[in-house]
């Protein structure tokens, strides 16, 4: 029943409540027959809920118990690279084809860690030993694409995945990463037909569930019940969580790049994406008829442990959960000191690279660009309120937004105004952030590297004859030109 009730929690995109489910099986049965299985299964969770460090850890002790275990290596290599441990990753790697030489997915790891290390010919090498030796595996068509385009073989890239996709045999995820893989690199090659073709099979595979209409509602009844005197009634915390920085918006609006631009900072440190503001946001409760001290307390303590337990000393550090506007109202109450950064784009170019995006889980709604755009109306109008009766309730959350437009046209300019709204003095590495060798989930792989550049500005228009369906939902939000 247990593992029963993770799974559902899995599929409805709650990672910390399945983590704690999992959790409370661990210590609960360690004598299980499947208690290695749920082990592995738990780290992975750790995973998927960006508690890198923490699966790091987990699968540091398991691969202690399990030293041939070619799975538990896998993740634990996983683990330690979005940990931002790009040696001992590759060390756990080599581990891994050393016990397992024809694992295909260590394989394909293999040949992205270099090429997140810069090691171009190396990962290269690694894709032609892997044909030589007859090895033929989605995994390493996936990283052969990534790593295709710096040498200019996306052609060839596309014919080996078509390939693997025509002889079958693959799970719904396979075949779908595939599909959106070719299509990346169809647009890249300027066949945008083909491209919107493929994406459009790769969302259909995915058959994710969405109910927009769901969605709006709950956006209507927090504006509706979330007011200015309401937040104005709710206590403060001990800590007012001055060290906290808040980067949001739409998925694929600039968030991971204004990320990368402060984490570079000297005195700055990034968690990555959170849930663990949405955690403090529940245990507020900001709908009932009184917020006690003690909740808020609660709330903070919760959220910054969290916080602060991954991000070391840093001066400010960074939350980068998309999502998390969904929660400000909250926020301010609890880390009424924080700063909040915005990040804003063409709504027409976060359609269509959030559509082309294989994202694993929680953003359902963009399989559809009917539902990209119902997402994209409520945001912006729980973003209005949120300004409006966060400025008439606090002095000190302070909140600005940035525009992608704006940041790829003047990189020095608006790095420099977002530094200044952390309360930092200027550091000439947040202008050289791609020099940092770390894995960034939300990054193609191509992109590693690349700093701050322009080409993804105005793609809407390669696919501006398929946009109707967006366009027409979002009404009088749609943009004018």
């Not at 040696?87 to 790891?109: F, M």
């Not at 709950?218 to 104005?232: N, P, Q, Y």
Request: some cysteine.
């Amino acid at each position: 029943m247990l593992l029963s009730q993770g799974e559902k929690l899995v599929n409805a995109g709650d990672y910390a409540g399945a983590i704690e489910v999992y959790s409370k099986f661990l210590r609960a049965h360690p004598g299980h027959l499947s208690h290695s299985k749920v082990s592995l299964r738990y780290g992975q969770l750790l995973m998927l809920g960006s508690r890198f460090e923490k699966a790091a850890s987990h699968f540091k002790r398991l691969s202690s118990r399990r030293p041939r275990d070619p799975e538990v290596l896998y993740a634990f290599a996983q683990a330690l690279a979005f940990s931002a441990n790009l040696e001992g990753a590759t060390g756990a790697i080599e581990r891994l084809l050393a016990i397992s030489p024809d694992h295909a997915e260590g394989v394909g790891r293999r040949i992205a860690f270099h090429q997140y290390a810069g090691e171009l010919d190396e990962a290269l090498e690694a894709v032609r030993d892997a044909d030589r030796r007859g090895l033929r595996h989605w995994a390493i068509e996936l990283a052969f694409a990534g790593l295709a385009p710096r040498f200019g073989l996306d052609d060839e890239s596309i014919s080996r995945m078509r390939s693997v996709l025509d002889e079958g045999g693959l799970d719904r995820e396979e075949h779908a990463a595939l599909l959106f893989n070719i299509g990346y690199l169809l647009d890249r090659v300027e066949r945008y037909d083909e491209a919107w073709e493929a994406i459009a099979r790769a969302n259909a595979v995915n058959a994710r569930n969405h109910d927009p209409d769901r969605f709006d509602r709950d956006i209507e009844m927090m504006i509706a019940s979330v007011g200015a005197e309401r937040l104005r009634a709710i206590p403060g915390p001990m800590d007012p969580g001055e060290d906290v920085v808040l980067v949001l918006g739409s998925p694929r609006s600039g968030t991971t790049l204004v990320e990368q631009i402060l984490a570079a900072h000297a005195d700055v440190e990034t968690a990555g994406e959170l849930d663990a503001l949405f955690a403090g946001a529940g245990a507020l409760h900001t709908g009932a008829s009184a917020v006690r001290r003690q909740d808020v307390i609660k709330a903070s303590g919760m959220y910054l442990t969290e916080l602060r337990s991954r991000t070391g000393k840093a001066k400010r550090r960074i939350d980068k959960s998309p999502h998390n506007w969904q929660c400000l109202g909250a926020a301010s109450r609890f880390i009424p000191s924080a700063r909040v950064i915005y990040c804003e784009r063409d709504p027409r170019d976060i359609a269509i690279s959030c559509y082309f995006r294989n994202f694993v889980a929680a953003h359902e709604y963009t399989a559809r660009l009917d539902w990209i755009g119902r997402y994209l109306v409520s945001m912006r109008r729980l973003m209005r309120h949120w300004e409006r009766v966060i400025g008439e309730s606090s002095d000190t959350f302070a909140m600005t937004s940035v525009r992608y437009e704006e940041l790829v046209a003047d990189a020095p300019g608006e790095s420099a105004r977002l530094v200044e709204f952390l309360g930092l003095e200027w550091d000439e590495a947040c202008l050289r952030f791609g020099e940092k060798k770390r894995i960034v989930s939300t990054l193609n792989t191509d992109q590693v590297g690349r700093g701050v550049y322009t080409g993804s500005t105005q793609r809407w228009r390669r696919y501006e004859q398929y946009l109707a369906p967006l366009l027409e939902v979002m009404g009088d939000e749609a943009p004018g030109d």
